[in-house]
């Protein structure tokens, strides 16, 4: 029984990590009904700052390539109390810095652009973490007294009390403060009507700055206190933010008591759970105390959805617009033989990257479906493509099918599982689908991709090569390597999928999509089946992220976990919604000029060696378009941007071409006043819309669209 009990009170450790963190995250949404994914991300930075400046006495600065060391004692470390100290007024001009470019110019954002920017902010301080003291792992000395303490027999490490005094006191002091004090007043009097606390003179602004940098300095000292027990490293320190989101649900992001307990109860749950495990041989070895905030954030979702992330809003706002393809079959044979002239052209190393950017753009095709038409915030699209790889690897070589039967299977088997994440989406939706995703995400990583029968384990799965009709269609045969025939079959489902999917939106079950994301109340009261709807849009953009994956796994010839960690899950939102989520055309450019391991990074990577900052450039590229054009790079609804850039080039040449000036004085693609779908004119005529060939939304407001029954 010490035993057990020995495990729980280890527990401690990173169940005030919890605490603190989700009481930081408690802050944030109660004044700007923010819920911040990047504020695990924010602990892990402040925490190098601290081990830097202990170590060496250096502070580090959030930025690469220029000079970003201050040397603050001659190379030689510091004072652990000032260093905390240094650390910790870090964090606050940190948050201060974050609020007001990031987050501040998004307090009046739907809640999809909200989260897409906290995510843009957790890939760019993930990615200079990398950049700027690599992945391995770090560890520092102990900050309080770990000498060992008995008690009834049961022999710890002391520093596990001082964890839970610290929580103690901090709890303490927030609900003395946010009961008591004006400060805490004006937060409350903000949180729940930030136009009515402007008319007692209360700035809903200022407050929200104040209380975003005391959170930032909870998230540091949460990283700095948890630095000597866990090494500190880029990726599971910005993980941290599931189990506080979960400790964060269970107080109702309300509740600083509640939180606190339940961050230090859910730490305690995932340590005794390891020693369950070693008695318990039954259950799984490996991941299992990771899916535990999965779990609590489902029961909690589940019990009281209607009482969690709520607080006091002013009217909707709008969701990013939606495009509608004018001429799919014209599009996707220009499309085929684009695709074909680059396989054709391009080398060896830059036809892999196509195909790599290829099998991008067929998963990025299932967040246009989900995020795009349904306006549903998917986190575990990568996970999905997960399944479908791992399967064909079954599917191929356990059962013994061939392709295409595979593949298309490899899709299928992925559909049960979309549905599974799709049942919380018939109550939840907009940041409370994002938060119950991200779980699934970290417990799927955690449990079934690491499962060795599952997944190969670390060895990875072998995926058989795909054979057609005696034809061998694999990628590499022989010494020829990433075959120009294997580009061609990648490319062509991928149109076909594109095809499914402008199909999809052309027709009535897409405007019944469009209705649904506009007003699920409204599109209800008109006979739309609003719970099956969603169902629906779950199992297609499951099976199309399927097959994204099984293309993955053809490509690569023997799948890993790490192909479908959960972050990949995070930066797929990301560059989609960069590139334009409500339009075909923004998850093609997804693929080609934003994915890691695409054509354009490539290219950029082998002439000027710019591959590495791959994940900076989307983390900033996402925070900026959230801010100045959350419709994305392919839009052209805001009048603004690349696309208009080449819309208004098209037209002045179209108008040239034909002896007149080009129109202006209004947006490319904008239609006269009534005259329904904007930019729904003749093929190749001024005005017909976008480059992409997707008009913006057909006659259907961006959020109001029409439904149709």
Known sequence: MSSYILFLILGLGSGATYAILGQGLVLKYRSAGVVDFAHGAVAMFIAYVFVNLRSYGELELPVVVIPHQISLNGGAGINTTLAIAISLVYAAILGLVLYVLAYRPLRGASPLTRVCASVGVMLALQAIAVLNYSTEAVATNPIFPSSSLSISGVTFPRDRLYFTGVVLIISVALSLIYRYSRFGLATRAGAENDRGASLTGISADRVALQNWMIATVLAGAAG?????????????????????????LVGRFESFWIVAVAGLLIGCLQSEIEKLITVWTWLPQQGLPDAIPFLVIIVVMAVRSRSVLARGEGPAQRNPSVGRPNSPMRTAAACFVAGLVLLLVLDNVLRFAFISSLTVTCIALSVVVLTGYVGQVSLAQMSLAGIGGFMLGHISHGWGIGFPFSLVLAGLCAVPVGLVIGLPALRLRGVNLAVVTLGFASAMDAVIFSSHGFSGGTAGLPIKAP????????????????????????????????????????GPAGRMLLAIRSNER??????INVAQGKLMAFALAAFIAGVGGALTGYMQGELTS???????????????????????????????????????VTFLDIHLSVGKYQAIVAGLALVLTAVQNPDGLTSTATGKGPAVALAKLRDRAVGLASGRAPASGRAPGAGAPGAGAPGAGAPGAPGAGPVSTEAESAGEPRDTARPVV
């Open 467 to 506: 054979h057609l009709l005696g034809l061998n269609l694999a990628i590499n045969q022989g010494k020829s390597t990433n075959r120009v025939i294997f580009g061609v079959l990648v490319l062509v489902v991928v149109i076909a999928l594109g095809l499914l999917v402008a199909r999809l939106r052309r």
């Open 224 to 248: 700095i206190m948890i630095a000597p027990v866990a090494n500190l490293d880029p990726t599971s320190y910005t993980l941290f933010i599931v189990p506080a989101l979960a400790a964060a």
């Open 522 to 527: 409204a599109a209800g009261s008109v006979g």
């Open 562 to 600: 790490d192909s479908f960690a959960a972050f990949t899950s995070i930066s797929l939102l990301a560059i989609v919604f960069v590139a334009g989520v409500g339009r075909i055309a923004g998850a093609v450019v997804a693929g080609i000029m934003f994915s890691a391991a695409g054509l354009f």
